[in-house]
């Protein structure tokens, strides 16, 4: 018999979230089959057997949060078999749930069993159950039922035996159902405040009618990860317009020659490219600071961000000094595609050294792209614009593309990254170079 754990699947995760089983307990289950789909900080992946037997165990519900290691499921040798510490084959995850609860320093029950009610009440107590035992909760659940500010014992459980899990929180929350009772009142507690007049409103009204939003996984990481970006790696930032009339011929040439083959490179596959072909030039750039330490990275893997439903991802193209024009368009899509599907894999969204972010497909001009850390630096590219410039002491009218490097000033100097940035825009200026 062997558990599952919710594994590490990128290499920022700290915690997942079960989105959908797809073996039922009692299910056959072969290596390499899909077991669970987990929601990371990243999107949602697949996550699949290593060895064969029958799922006789789901110890996480679908919807709910865990740490890292945590075990969600076992493997048994036929479907009949019973877990190690449980009666059945569903989760015996109480002992667990306390020592997190501890672990976290928060009280290891947040219910109050019924014997524990003061003796002066008259009404019974409520446990959630006819035998007065307290429900069987989550760690995250009790913590969020706090928050609410739920009583719940109160709340229907819809997890394995009746177990409250998030989900089931969130709903009673929404429905305004199972508020906490009021404490109860201290021999010697202060006065109360005074009551508002019975014509003053119960709560200010900002006019704005707005309503929570359901967020996942993926938003809250986002949230947490760029605000650590921010406030820890101190961002410097380097502009430069260039003139893409070569650039854009260089890729009209390119598709035309292409045609045949059905690939067409796109403007962000060409700086992409010749980012990758910069970094080259400048090591230095192609660097990480981590704990304290400066890492020079050996191989160039530059990021592409793609915006999707729940938030921006970043899958890297790994080598991508290596890899054809023709290589990088088609290997760019291919990966797009996955991550609006939430389907790609770690691999391929570990090990960036470098990123590219473009939203010049919006008709953005330019903009200050936060560092994905623990990469030195990020491209922000704006929309080609054609513009008045002045041309061998004349008036014309060029095509242009704003870039804006935003660069960790620990791991690169100023002096460095605007000798990246000026060899970056004189390749893309003399596109044949991004070949070469």
């Known amino acids: 018999m062997s558990e599952i754990y919710m594994p590490r699947l990128s290499d920022t995760m700290e915690e997942g979230v079960i989105s959908t089983w797809v073996k039922q307990v009692g299910d056959k289950v072969a290596s390499g089959d899909v077991l669970v789909e987990i929601e990371t900080d990243k999107a949602v992946m697949e996550y699949e057997a290593y060895e064969d037997g029958f799922l006789v165990a789901q110890s996480v519900s679908e919807g709910e949060t865990v740490q890292i290691g945590t075990v969600i499921g076992v493997i048994g040798d036929s479907p009949d078999a019973v877990p190690d510490g449980s009666g059945s084959g569903e989760p015996a995850a109480e002992e667990a749930d306390e020592e997190e609860e501890e672990a976290e320093g928060a009280p290891a029950e947040e219910t109050a069993p019924a014997e524990e009610a003061p003796a002066e009440s008259?009404?019974?107590?409520?446990?959630?159950?006819?035998?007065?035992?307290?429900?069987?909760?989550?760690?995250?659940?009790?913590?969020?039922?706090?928050?609410?500010?739920?009583?719940?014992?109160?709340?229907?459980?819809?997890?394995?035996?009746?177990?409250?899990?998030?989900?089931?929180?969130?709903?009673?929350?929404?429905?305004?159902?199972?508020?906490?009772?009021?404490?109860?009142?201290?021999?010697?507690?202060?006065?109360?405040?005074?009551?508002?007049?019975?014509?003053?409103?119960?709560?200010?009204?900002?006019?704005?009618?707005?309503?929570?939003?359901?967020?996942?996984?993926?938003?809250?990481?986002?949230?947490?990860?760029?605000?650590?970006?921010?406030?820890?790696?101190?961002?410097?930032?380097?502009?430069?317009?260039?003139?893409?009339?070569?650039?854009?011929?260089?890729?009209?040439?390119?598709?035309?020659?292409?045609?045949?083959?059905?690939?067409?490179?796109?403007?962000?596959?060409?700086?992409?490219?010749?980012?990758?072909?910069?970094?080259?030039?400048?090591?230095?750039?192609?660097?990480?600071?981590?704990?304290?330490?400066?890492?020079?990275?050996?191989?160039?893997?530059?990021?592409?961000?793609?915006?999707?439903?729940?938030?921006?991802?970043?899958?890297?193209?790994?080598?991508?000094?290596?890899?054809?024009?023709?290589?990088?368009?088609?290997r760019t899509r291919e990966l797009a595609g996955k991550a609006r599907d939430g389907k790609l894999k770690p691999q391929e969204m570990s090990g960036g050294t470098f990123s590219v972010s473009n939203l010049g497909m919006f008709g953005v001009d330019s903009f200050s792209a936060v560092i994905n850390p623990p990469e030195a630096a990020i491209l922000a590219v704006g929309a080609m614009r054609q513009e008045a410039v002045v041309v061998d002491g004349e008036i014309a009218v060029r095509n242009r593309i704003s870039l804006e490097l935003s660069v960790d000033h620990r791991a690169v100097d100023g002096a460095v990254g605007a000798a990246f940035l000026k060899d970056l825009a004189e390749i893309l200026e003399e596109p044949m170079r991004i070949i070469l």
């Open 122 to 330: 008259s009404a019974p107590a409520e446990t959630g159950s006819e035998s007065g035992e307290r429900p069987r909760t989550s760690p995250l659940a009790r913590r969020l039922a706090k928050e609410y500010g739920l009583d719940i014992t109160k709340i229907k459980g819809s997890g394995p035996r009746g177990r409250i899990v998030r989900a089931d929180i969130e709903a009673a929350a929404k429905e305004g159902t199972a508020e906490a009772p009021a404490p109860a009142a201290k021999e010697k507690a202060a006065p109360a405040a005074p009551a508002a007049p019975a014509s003053q409103a119960p709560a200010f009204d900002d006019g704005r009618d707005s309503e929570e939003v359901q967020i996942g996984n993926v938003r809250k990481v986002i949230a947490r990860r760029l605000t650590e970006s921010k406030q820890q790696v101190p961002h410097f930032y380097l502009r430069r317009t260039i003139d893409a009339e070569a650039l854009k011929a260089f890729r009209s040439q390119i598709n035309e020659q292409l045609a045949s083959t059905g690939a067409k490179i796109s403007f962000n596959d060409l700086i992409v490219k010749a980012s990758a072909t910069a970094l080259k030039l400048h090591p230095a750039v192609n660097s990480s600071w981590v704990d304290g330490k400066l890492l020079q990275h050996g191989r160039i893997n530059v990021g592409v961000a793609v915006a999707v439903d729940s938030g921006l991802v970043v899958p890297v193209l790994h080598d991508t000094d290596k890899a054809t024009l023709s290589e990088i368009s088609g």
